[in-house]
């Protein structure tokens, strides 16, 4: 009897900055004193649970204004300058999880908005409307840079004025690409077009590694919330790699019956993704295989 293969991928789990985030409240749940975040750490049902049991207690952005005197986590999607201007009149104390990564692309937006700020000048962010990451970057502008998600939105802008093109950090690198040629298609010849790579590589050079990883298994199991837009664009690589991949949120998910009649089973997740969830997955088909 063949045995099946089942590998879980080392280069899927948490990024650097949900690592950081994570590690923060961890040390500060420690301490035994009140700790809230301003929104869920990570887009992961599962490790928003396991903080819970260990004391975090998850808030929105109404709450965060009712609170005073009170100490806040501020996880690593960053946020917009008005949040810290509500912590300084409410006395709150904030543990700053912001990724490195983000909080630079906040400082050189805010600057170019400072820089450039006549009717001729327009800053636009190619990312996912309404993200945590995006809100914060918009803003650094006051609210006046203009958001793209997709291609079909390039029409927000005006091309007889100057741009100035930044992205989301996780959002992909051939996205970008494709923003970036058609705006020089269309620009005015008059008007200036300057753009910024601001993708984050740590989750960039996941795509070329999760579409290997898809391309040499027979099924894969891609581990995620469903809440989390990295997790949904790598699903959407594994699927358009191996269309036998099936997106879990835990290993309750599983339907046992896919894993009969294949050789080879991967186990992979997103940045929002930790590792201990993967494993649970990994450890779980082991024992059906």
Known sequence: MTRVVVEMDEGSGFCFGVVNAIKKAEEELAKGETLYCLGDIVHNSREVERLKELGLITIN???????????????????PPETYETARKNNIEIIDATCPVVLRLQKRIKQEHLDNQTEN?????YGKKGHAEVLGLVGQTEGKAIVIENIDE?????FSKNIWLYSQTTKPLDGFATIIEEIKKRISPQAT??????ICRQVANRIPNIRKFASTHDLIFFVSGKKSSNGKMLFDE???INPNSHLIESKEDIDNSLLVGVNSIGVC???????WLMEEVYNYIK???
């Open 287 to 289: 024992s059906k295989v």
């Open 154 to 158: 390039i029409n927000k802008l005006d």
């Open 238 to 240: 594994c699927r358009n």
């Open 193 to 198: 077009f300057e753009y910024y790579d601001t």
């Open 61 to 79: 952005h109404d709450k965060f204004k009712e609170l005073h005197n009170a100490k806040v986590l501020l996880r690593a999607h960053g946020e």
């Open 121 to 125: 000048d327009q800053i636009a962010i």
């Open 269 to 275: 997740g997103a940045t929002s993704t930790p590792k």
